[in-house]
């Protein structure tokens, strides 16, 4: 769910000047990446290095034993690519379920304008149920866009619902690109294990019997 849109400054549409040859230099190397832009003021024409740019936040909260550690051994990957893509990465590391809900909740509370979720289906899943507050009240995420960066065991929402990209560049582009639409979310009343009402958020899809149990 991602249309084009284009970053516009005031000075005007920036125009990005690709990477030059390497060579041989004793002098200081240059940023292989500058922005060209016009001066209306001075009426000149100045060159500004991209690091110089205000860059987007965007944390990532993730499990690194997600889909078997896959998650972990992709964080290297997906982290160089968003920010060479012009985000200002915060990484955070979660253990398990209740970590999960705890950092989640904190971020949307500091109103953090965007938290990529790094996993499957089910990481997807724990972070959309953890704005479900104990006395079964919605936290205000309203300043807030979830991501979903995919790199779990599971990928039906990220893969064929959204068509988020796998590979860790075009992820990054695809992210740098998106319009943030709205998701729905359903919200569930059940009997847990032990036989007590309880209630939770789910996304994409709630299975029952047969399929829940061999999903979990």
Known sequence: VARSEAVK?????????????????????RPALATLQKSVTAGAISLRPVSAIARRPFD??????????????????VEAALRDAGFAVQVHRTAGRRALYDTVRGLVTDRAPTVGIMGGDGTFHDAMAALLSPDDTLL???????????????????????????EADDLARWMAHATPAPFDLGRLVYRDAQGAPAVTLFCNVASAGLSGRVDA
């Open 9 to 29: 400054s005031a000075a005007g549409p920036p125009i990005h000047l690709g990477p030059r040859a390497t060579r041989a230099s004793t002098r200081p190397e």
């Open 60 to 77: 990532l909260v993730l499990n690194p034993a997600a889909g078997g550690g896959r998650a972990g051994r992709r964080l290297g990957r």
């Open 140 to 166: 205000d995420a309203s300043a807030t866009v979830f991501a979903v960066v995919p790199a779990g065991t599971g990928g039906d929402l990220a893969a064929r619902t959204l068509d988020v990209p796998a």
